[in-house]
């Protein structure tokens, strides 16, 4: 007798728990919860729906046969599954440019012309927390080519071509974005 | 590989875009380098969870389907054991740089016994398991219990009684819970739950 009803009331660590112990329904419920999560991580980095559902695949199949390695004090069940996904999609990538970044794809996430409300450009703080009010705060620039380096699993390069940018510049306001936000968590916390 | 040359490539390193040898090689400095190692910890702690500010989007039609098809059938022996999971999992390890994938494929070492009520009745099972990190795995199937606090305890080889951990019970009534212990506790030979009162609710033997 199963009960996926209260599988689905479970925090994310103890769904993930369920799933190391290899409880089929805890794999649908794990799947449904954090499918689209993960599926628009990859697809944002990858530019290629076909290519970001293998990915979406390849991650829950990595995130079943290493559930017993999560270790909690290094990151939430969820980041732990994007980063997964980011470091398959990435792998993908050097492999198979799937198609050219298209700025529209982070929508308000990443404004692509100047003189936008940087309000606009602000990410769901409620998902990030301190972080995001942090990244909200970055010069639009840097805020930018951070997440262009982060969600978006574009190289230093990549970010000064979409940028327009030299390189130098681009590693720069990269480099400068991460240990400011680096510096502004280890102080909050 | 020096401290200067490590945080060249920090950040690259940090965003997951350092590809071999490279990223070996910066792992390996970072190992002993306690500096470097907190460097990267805290570049990578923000650039893994700035992954959260990703969007959302609805996946094509059957993924569900075939992501499941792809994470295959859970193994035979531990399906329909017990029928849900609840509680806080704490998989306590050690200190370790590297990520969950260098664990990949290790052979678990586990020793299993079955944890009986008062009466005698089977309520579930646990495993002492060496894989990843040492650890107990307390899996219960079992009428809805009252509530309140319960606590695991393993029992050395000397025959003394070590709490390991303890959680909440709350209106769900079968759960998995976890909990790292240290290595030594592997060789334990036996295993008991106790409620907030003192009360033994159920035991396991590893010897039997």
Redesign the interface.
């Known amino acids: 007798?199963?009960?996926p009803a209260?599988?689905d009331?479970?925090?994310d660590?103890?769904?993930?728990?369920?799933l190391a112990?290899?409880?089929?329904?805890?794999?649908?419920v794990f799947?449904?919860r954090f499918?689209?999560?993960v599926?628009?991580?990859a697809?944002?980095i990858v530019g290629d729906?076909g290519l970001?559902?293998d990915i979406?695949?390849?991650t829950?199949?990595r995130a079943?046969?290493?559930a017993?390695?999560?270790?909690?004090?290094r990151?939430g069940v969820?980041?732990?599954l994007?980063?997964i996904?980011?470091?398959l999609a990435?792998d993908a990538m050097?492999v198979r440019r799937a198609a050219p970044f298209d700025p529209a794809?982070?929508?308000a996430?990443l404004p692509v012309s100047g003189g936008v409300d940087p309000q606009q450009a602000a990410?769901?703080a409620d998902?990030?927390g301190r972080?995001?009010e942090e990244?909200d705060a970055l010069p639009l620039d840097q805020r930018r080519a951070?997440?262009l380096?982060?969600?978006a699993?574009r190289?230093?390069l990549e970010v000064a071509t979409i940028e327009g940018v030299p390189l130098g510049t681009a590693?720069t306001r990269?480099?400068t974005g991460?240990?400011r936000?680096?510096a502004a968590?280890?102080v909050a916390t | 590989m020096n401290c200067d040359e490590f945080q060249e490539q920090v950040d690259d390193l940090a965003l997951g875009q350092l590809e071999e040898p490279r990223r070996s090689t910066a792992l390996a400095h970072a190992t002993g380098c306690q500096s470097c190692q907190t460097l990267l910890a805290g570049l990578g702690g923000v650039a893994d969870r700035l992954l959260l500010a990703a969007p959302q989007l609805e996946p094509p039609a059957g993924f569900e389907s075939r992501a499941l098809a792809r994470m295959g059938a859970p193994t035979a022996s531990r399906t329909g054991r017990w029928v849900t999971a609840v509680a806080a999992v704490l998989i306590v390890t050690a200190g370790a740089v590297l990520w969950w994938a260098s664990n990949d494929d290790a052979a678990s070492d586990v020793v299993a016994a079955r944890i009986e009520a008062a009466d005698d009745v089977a309520i579930g099972a646990v495993e002492l398991r060496s894989t990843p990190t040492p650890h107990v795995l307390v899996m219960i199937d079992a009428p809805r219990p009252d509530p309140g606090t319960r606590t695991c305890e393993l029992q050395r080889e000397d025959g003394t009684w070590v709490p390991v951990g303890s959680w909440e019970v709350d209106d769900i009534a079968a759960g998995v819970w976890a909990v790292g212990i240290a290595p030594e506790l592997l060789d334990a030979t036996a295993m008991r739950i106790v409620a907030d009162d003192g009360t033994v609710l159920a035991t396991a033997d590893f010897s039997s």
Do not use: C
């Open positions: 007798m199963r009960h209260r599988l009331r479970l925090p660590d103890a769904l993930l728990a369920a112990v290899g409880e089929r329904d805890a794999a649908a799947v449904r499918q689209r999560r599926f628009g991580l697809v944002t729906v970001a559902d979406a695949q390849m829950f199949e079943w046969r290493h017993g390695s999560y270790d909690p004090r990151a969820t980041t732990w994007l980063t996904t980011r470091n990435i050097r794809t982070l929508g996430l990410v769901d998902q990030l972080l995001g990244l951070v997440l380096a982060t969600v699993g190289t230093a590693k990269i480099r991460l240990r936000l680096r968590v280890e």
